[in-house]
């Protein structure tokens, strides 16, 4: 029995020996787990210095946006207007304007109707001539207002070069004035200043003598400015009448 036990202890010796000398040392990995450990967070540390400096931004208020300070216009950069107009007036015209058209077609056709009205075509551009007046007064009233529409007709009268009226505006009503001329030739010319706001210069005239004779009664029509309705005045001695016996 002995012998047996030795013979075991024997070769476990041996056994562990060859172990040893013939092979290598093989460690025992450490065993593995499912689950990896978690990573614990760094605290973040913050600078006193900036954090004295967070300090949140102020936004300056803007007037034209706060309704209750300025009220919103209706014609804002950008906004587009409606184009649709029953109207060709625009934002900044005046009101009244738009009746200014429709008041002068209306005066022009009323003007028209009466046969008052100086439609604005050609102007005569030549002075015109209404010959030679014989006369033995002492004397002449002359006599002239607008033949057509009030329209600021202004005319000036010479007599024998000499200006007798400076400036006359003709109106619907006669307006006179005086004549006194020599014997033989005298010169008289009615000259238009300018044209009337609806057509050419346009004047009506009498001619009365010192009797009260009316001698000549006519009118010119569409005078440019600067041409002259003109006349020749002949004084004539009056006839010697006979004495009775």
């Not at 931004?57 to 107009?85: A, L, M, R």
């Not at 014997?183 to 210069?201: D, H, P, Q, S, Y």
Request: proline share 5%.
């Amino acid at each position: 029995m002995k012998h047996i036990l030795f013979f075991i202890l024997l070769l476990t010796a041996i056994s562990v020996s060859a172990q040893e000398v013939g092979g290598k040392y093989k460690p025992i990995p450490a065993p593995k787990f499912g689950v990896k450990p978690k990573k614990t967070p760094i605290p973040e540390t913050k600078n006193p210095e900036t954090e004295s400096l967070d300090i949140p931004s102020i936004k300056t208020p803007n007037v034209f946006e706060n309704k209750t300070i300025t009220t919103p216009s209706k014609f804002q950069i950008g906004e587009e207007k409606s184009k649709f107009s029953m109207s060709t007036e625009n934002d900044f015209a005046n009101p009244g304007d738009r009746y200014v058209d429709k008041m002068e077609k209306d005066l022009k056709r009323d003007l028209k109707e009466a046969g008052l009205s100086e439609e604005r075509g050609p102007l005569t551009r030549k002075n015109i001539e209404f010959g030679d007046i014989y006369t033995s007064s002492a004397y002449f009233i002359v006599k002239c207002r607008d033949a057509g529409a009030i329209d600021g007709d202004l005319i000036k009268a010479v007599f024998n070069q000499n200006v007798v009226v400076e400036r006359m505006i003709l109106k619907a009503e006669y307006q006179s004035f005086k004549i006194t001329f020599n014997e033989g030739f005298n010169t008289f010319e009615l000259e238009a200043l300018n044209i009337g706001t609806l057509g050419g210069n346009t004047g009506g005239f009498e001619i009365i003598d010192a009797e009260g004779n009316r001698i000549l009664s006519d009118y010119w029509n569409n005078l440019d400015t600067g041409f002259k309705a003109k006349f020749i005045i002949v004084k004539q001695q009056k006839p010697l009448t006979k004495s009775k016996k």
